[in-house]
């Protein structure tokens, strides 16, 4: 099978990567506007032969994977499906709507124009660039597409099964159903996340006195803040309909808990944070998919070496750690770890495993931070 | 030196242990409602002697701390001070106004008042309950006093010294500016937190169609979210003030983002986000006090003992860790781990050790998630 990628960053390498070790006969021609892209796409074995423009690299393939960065795809995908031929073109964008909007503003031949279908891999947090594509990047990810009714069978067919053979779980959505979804596990979080940071820098930066450390609840809450501003920017101008929506219903919420607040509500205010633990136990849940999940905190001296030791403990044990977050204490000779692992024994497990090495551990479940 | 602690659970029994190993001469007696937590604050050495009330505790003690749930402490305090003597009498609640206010509203002799003085250790993200207790919870944390002008020097002095010997660096700062700054940096990110959880439940947990995983993004935003209700709940009404204000100034940043995006205004969103990213930096270089944080994002295969391999090859170079955070990919095979280390080499260090080992590292610079 003949494939072209226009983009050859992460996203891009990984499918050529992925293609080559997944798809027989797999050859990749590649495009990218950056020549050192290109260069290290060949070398990593990513693509078989540059191209010339998105047009050469299209000519005589059945699948074109479109990996630009958000601003740029519409008019990247149009000129991929001018280059006419029987290609099936997708994208990878985080957003679904806009580009589809570009494909059906533009006045193309109905057999050019069907053959287009949005995608969008949920591939993770790695780092961007080539350097970092990887073959199993896609292994077990959802991978969205967006059909329309003017999508041809046959082209979303071709598709479907190339994805699935990467490794993806593909998944049909409309691309608004997308969107919001994005918009509400993404985009606002981000948005909330720049907003905090502002708001506390106001406070913290400006005042004369000296300062003390912000806190885990800040550093966690504000980890996704300024991320790279170029593309979020077109995230957000890309998804601007759907983020106002939640924007707005998020600004209702927090009118709503001020009301409670101003009115002293206590019951209320214990009810809300104890329906809060429990979304987000259900919401943790569905998304590790690995079963319950259970909070741990260890205190341990901060000394190089803690992690690896706690880390090594449970890994030969079997306990699966999905997420850890470091509370080093001001001096940074001391510190809490706080631990996620999943399976039904694995925190009692855990515990165990930790109060052994000789620190104090605790699974949490009342939270004791304040 | 005599001392009384009410309340020995994690922040009482480690006052307890570090007077032990750090105060000439300590003796420490311990009330607390549980009879189960006395007897483990004995068993672990934390207190000397068990009392049969916040009274008898206080007998004959120069130095009380009262380490209750902040939605206690205001009575506790009362009870403490009424027992006469010559005891400075201090608590270790989050909130500082209220406290100040029962006091104030309280008839009490002014040289009992006067023995009174509100204080704060920031002493991080440890699992609650006096077996996490430890002597160096303190060392090096800031740890706040908010005398009023009624505050008695000796009282004042002989607080601050402890406290200094415990291992803490003492700050005094005024009741209401210390709400503020809570309300700033920890109050209100757990506010947002709740907020943002309950929304995305709406969304997800009521959505026919299959869902996907919700992204670091959200994990990391939403990590407080739901914390100990009761404690949150006393915590939201003692420092109910400075926490509007903040949810006002809150709302309006929201409003003036959603102008921006309504407008489409795309060198704004560019600027605002720049903004945020260089707040951050700058808020968390202050935070952990050990120069430039860099941030890194590595892929590795997510399998038992891999982050205690990469962990243990930072820690013999001597690379220090000081937040930490995992990404495993849908399948739970492969995943990313963030990892922000400090020290003016820490990064390139850390990227070239890591590279060393097989998986791709690089240094996080303008941001890739989306």
């Not at 918009?183 to 996340?193: D, E, G, I, M, N």
């Not at 319950?292 to 880390?311: C, D, F, M, T």
Request: hydrophobic share 45%; aromatic share 4%.
């Amino acid at each position: 099978m003949n494939i072209a990628i226009i983009g050859v960053g992460l996203i891009g390498g990984s499918i050529g990567l992925a293609a080559h070790e997944r798809l027989d006969g797999a050859f990749v021609r590649g495009f990218d506007a950056s020549d050192a892209a290109l260069d290290a796409a060949l070398e990593r074995g990513a693509i078989d032969e540059r191209s010339d423009s998105a047009a050469s690299a299209v000519a005589g393939a059945e699948l074109c994977f479109v990996c630009c960065p958000v601003g740029a795809l519409g008019e990247a995908v149009l000129e991929a499906l001018s280059a006419g031929g029987d290609c099936a073109v997708s994208d990878v964008g985080s957003t679904k709507h806009a580009v589809l909007e570009s494909v059906a503003a533009a006045a193309l031949p109905e057999a050019d124009a069907s053959r287009f279908i949005g995608g969008h891999p949920l591939s993770g947090a790695e780092a961007s660039g080539v350097a970092h594509a990887r073959a199993n990047l896609f292994e077990g990810a959802t991978w969205y597409l967006t059909p329309t009714d003017r999508t041809s069978g046959i082209h979303y067919d071709r598709l479907y099964r190339a994805i699935s053979a990467l490794g993806a779980r593909a998944a049909a959505v409309p691309a608004d159903a997308h969107d919001r979804l994005m918009a509400t596990v993404s985009h606002l979080p981000h948005v909330l996340a720049n907003l905090l940071v502002h708001q506390a820098a106001g406070t913290l930066l400006e005042e004369d006195q000296a300062l003390p450390a912000t806190g885990p609840s800040f550093r966690d809450a504000t980890r996704v803040a300024g991320t790279n501003p170029t593309l979020w920017r077109d995230i957000l101008l890309t998804n601007r309909e759907a983020i106002e929506a939640e924007l707005g219903a998020y600004a209702d919420a927090l009118d709503r808990v001020r009301s409670t607040l101003r009115e002293s509500d206590g019951d209320e205010l214990v009810h809300w944070i104890e329906q809060a633990r429990g979304d987000r136990q259900r919401l943790l849940e569905l998304d590790l998919a690995g079963g319950p999940v259970s909070e741990l905190r260890l205190s341990v001296p901060n000394k190089p070496g803690i992690v690896a030791q706690v880390a090594l403990a449970l890994g030969e044990a079997g306990v699966n750690i999905v997420d850890m977050a470091l509370y080093p204490a001001p001096d940074m000779q001391s510190g809490a770890i706080a631990l996620w692992v999943t399976g039904e024994h694995g925190a009692e497990r855990a515990v165990e495993l930790v109060e052994r090495l000789g620190y104090p551990a605790a699974v949490v479940d009342a939270g004791d931070e304040a």
